[in-house]
């Protein structure tokens, strides 16, 4: 009788045992992010939990444009990037299933404003484009357009970024930008002052779509990470990767530089998401020693 007992209290703690790994492993393939932090503003991202029990993962549309979709603790989300002309309100995505149906969800955004900047640059074709110039600039922006256009299907997308420069943040998203009192666009990324030749690195796995030596931009790289997700790395003052170069997180692309319109030397980082311009903070671990300047 007592060994019966003794057999049956073995096989029911190998049975708790066995149903915590099961759960366990389910657990963790059931990922929960922290990153991207969801920011629903102009220049932000929305995460939007997607109102739909299917399996496969759903093809998501913003404004004709597709959408980042990840699987996040069992549940599909979209993450949508905001462009800075987004209005407060409410917006609409379309959810198309496998099965061709299609669903449509509402979600929210909110204002927010952005500081001016003021800089004053001595070198005054960077501010008015002779004609040549402004061919060249033109060209440019074609090539960024192409690059920024870019959508690579691709499943299990890392958003937890890294900095891609040890330096200090000089320049931050957004800013309404006025070069020699005269406006001109946002700033779409974040300037990070460093020594020339500090080490630029990649800020997750990616490949290299696009290099180049820009007018406005100067040395540049942009890096696809997937679905949507772009990067860029600008007035570099080397570059040490090559077009379809694969890259893994904190590889070295280049050094910082001066390049193309600066009034030092930084490293210009730009992140697109559906080939929008987004804070790249959002993407990135909260680092005491930035400094809004």
Same mark, same amino acid.
């Given at each position: ?123 005054? +074709?960077?501010? %008015? ?5 402004? @061919?060249?600039?033109? /060209?440019?922006?074609? $090539?960024? !357009? &192409? #690059? ?79 679905? +949507?997700?772009? %990067? ?5 003052? @080397?570059?040490?990767? /090559?077009?379809?170069? $694969?890259? !893994? &997180? #904190? ?43």
């Amino acid at each position: 009788m007592l060994k019966n007992l003794k057999i049956i209290s073995i096989s029911l703690l190998l049975f708790v045992l066995f149903t915590q790994n099961c759960f366990s492993g389910e657990l963790n393939n059931q990922a929960s992010f922290k990153y991207p932090v969801h920011n629903p503003v102009p220049g932000g991202i929305a995460i939007i939990e997607l109102k739909t029990k299917d399996k496969n993962k759903p093809d998501v549309f913003y404004k004709n444009k597709k959408i980042m979709v990840r699987k996040n603790a069992g549940h599909w989300q979209a993450i949508v990037g905001l462009s800075l002309n987004t209005k407060s309100g409410q917006h609409k995505i379309k959810i198309k299933t496998k099965d061709k149906k299609l669903k449509y969800q509402i979600f929210a955004t909110k204002n927010k404003e952005y500081k001016k900047q003021y800089i004053t640059l001595k070198n005054k +074709g960077m501010v %008015t484009l002779s004609p040549e110039n402004l @061919k060249r600039a033109i /060209s440019d922006k074609k $090539i960024s !357009k &192409k #690059a920024f256009a870019t959508w690579l299907e691709k499943n299990n997308i890392k958003l937890d970024f890294i900095m891609p420069v040890d330096g200090i943040v000089s320049s931050r998203f957004g800013l309404k930008r006025f070069f020699n009192k005269k406006p001109r666009k946002p700033h779409s990324g974040i300037d990070i002052a460093a020594p020339t030749g500090t080490l630029i690195k990649s800020p997750a796995d990616g490949r290299v779509i696009a290099t180049g030596n820009f007018y406005f931009n100067g040395n540049v790289v942009f890096v696809d990470h997937g679905q +949507g997700l772009i %990067t860029m790395f600008c007035h570099m003052n @080397k570059i040490n990767v /090559s077009k379809n170069q $694969i890259v !893994k &997180k #904190a590889d070295k692309i280049g050094e910082v530089g001066e390049t193309g319109r600066v009034t030092g030397a930084h490293l210009h980082f730009s992140v697109s998401l559906n080939n929008t311009r987004i804070d790249p903070e959002l993407l990135l671990p909260p680092i005491p020693e930035l400094k809004d300047k």
